[in-house]
């Protein structure tokens, strides 16, 4: 049986995958990176993904990847969700990193299939288990950049899990649908099709980039069905996914 702060993360329709932003020496800017949360705040954005791939975490050390869910927690538990992306190809790694980020005060963690190294389905089940012990936790599916889909028979071994969220489904409507159907809950990895997901497909919302540009538009988005909005959208998030994420932020802020 989910627990309580499982389930209570279930309701949660609009995370930002949140920009790190950079001093010129390389360092993270925290000055920055406030104010754009502060931004995502005022615009009725529930929580925040730290460190994601749109946050740059495979640039970031360890130590730096730790220390900004900390200055988040820190000055922003309790109002936001924080979400920490402590998943990487490596179990032992990742088991060692969502310890330390729950340690740190995040609200749930962000696991992701190992990448590169690609493994069976035991295996992923396995690998992402070991992160669900720790806390509650978000799967994140994005075949595009693991090399390797976590099919819905692999997440049904998962799915009962008392951490288990749900996922952040890049496979499209269809895949949605099917892990909805089957009682899971999906927030859509894809922007230009995080309306019609949510409204269409069973969604409960989206993990969005669009949203540290104009989180105020895709609230709306999430909150009721806008086709208009939506279709006045689609040529932001055609431009931000031009190159690769996080590219297309990065230089629009």
């Known amino acids: 049986?989910?627990?309580?702060?499982?389930?209570?993360?279930?309701?949660?329709?609009?995370?930002?995958?949140?920009?790190?932003?950079?001093?010129?020496?390389?360092?993270?800017?925290?000055?920055?990176?406030?104010?754009?949360?502060?931004?995502?705040?005022?615009?009725?954005?529930?929580?925040?993904?730290?460190?994601?791939?749109?946050?740059?975490?495979?640039?970031?050390?360890?130590?730096?990847?730790?220390?900004?869910?900390a200055h988040t927690k820190a000055k922003y538990g309790g109002r936001l969700v924080i979400v920490g992306n402590t998943g990487s190809n490596s179990t032992s790694e990742s088991v060692w990193a969502t310890k330390k980020g729950f340690a740190l005060g995040m609200d749930a963690s962000l696991l992701i299939n190992p990448y590169y190294g690609k493994t069976s389905d035991s295996g992923i089940v396995m690998h992402l288990e070991a992160g669900l012990e720790l806390g509650p936790?978000?799967?994140?599916?994005?075949?595009?950049?693991?090399?390797?889909?976590?099919?819905?028979?692999?997440?049904?071994?998962?799915?009962?899990?008392?951490?288990?969220?749900?996922?952040?489904?890049?496979?499209?409507?269809?895949?949605?649908?099917?892990?909805t159907d089957k009682g899971m809950c999906c927030w859509s990895g894809n922007d230009d099709q995080m309306h019609e997901s949510r409204h269409k497909y069973g969604a409960v919302g989206v993990i969005s980039v669009t949203s540290n540009v104009v989180p105020g538009l895709v609230k709306k988005l999430m909150t009721a069905p806008d086709d208009a909005l939506d279709a006045k959208l689609q040529p932001l998030y055609k431009w931000l996914?031009?190159?690769?994420?996080?590219?297309?932020v990065n230089t629009m802020l």
């Open 1 to 69: 049986m989910a627990t309580e702060a499982t389930v209570a993360l279930r309701k949660v329709r609009l995370i930002t995958a949140i920009k790190t932003p950079y001093l010129a020496d390389g360092n993270i800017d925290l000055e920055a990176f406030d104010k754009i949360v502060e931004h995502q705040i005022a615009n009725g954005v529930e929580g925040i993904i730290v460190g994601g791939t749109t946050g740059e975490g495979h640039l970031l050390s360890w130590d730096e990847h730790l220390s900004l869910i």
């Open 241 to 248: 996914f031009t190159d690769p994420n996080p590219i297309g």
């Open 137 to 179: 936790a978000f799967i994140y599916n994005v075949p595009g950049r693991t090399g390797q889909d976590i099919k819905p028979e692999v997440m049904m071994k998962i799915k009962d899990h008392k951490h288990f969220i749900g996922v952040k489904e890049c496979m499209g409507h269809e895949r949605i649908k099917e892990l």
